[in-house]
Nanobody, 115 residues
Framework: QVQLVESGGGLVQPGGSLRLSCAAS????????MGWYRQAPGKQRELVAV???????NYADSVKGRFTISRDNAKNTVYLQMNSLKPGDTAVYYC?????????WGQGTQVTVSS
């Protein structure tokens, strides 16, 4: 049973930082690319960042230079360090893995950027 559990969301002021975590179980974590996505109210879910099994990363243009994705294979965990947060970053953030052709999602963690 593949399971993804996100944590670390919350309320932060503009310009602040948060670090999201996603703990995975049920897969050989080190073999799979992991992605962070977000969905704002009334908008489609969008890709934020992805990290491959070898550690290569890719980011949405809107977060380049502000967000950093990383992974700790020993802890089966992927992270999203978010700096210089803006109100437009407000969304529910999800992690995802594609395992055997099926997308598995976590339950999401709310990030709210507001003064």
């Amino acid at each position: 049973q593949v399971q993804l559990v996100e944590s670390g969301g919350g309320l932060v002021q503009p310009g602040g930082s948060l670090r999201l975590s996603c703990a995975a179980s049920g897969i050989i974590f080190s073999r799979y690319a992991m992605g962070w996505y977000r969905q704002a109210p009334g908008k489609q879910r969008e890709l934020v960042a992805v990290i491959t099994s070898s550690g290569s990363t890719n980011y949405a243009d809107s977060v380049k230079g502000r967000f950093t994705i990383s992974r700790d294979n020993a802890k089966n965990t992927v992270y999203l360090q978010m700096n210089s947060l803006k109100p437009g970053d407000t969304a529910v953030y999800y992690c995802k893995v594609n395992w055997r052709g099926v997308d598995y999602w976590g339950q999401g963690t709310q990030v709210t950027v507001s003064s």
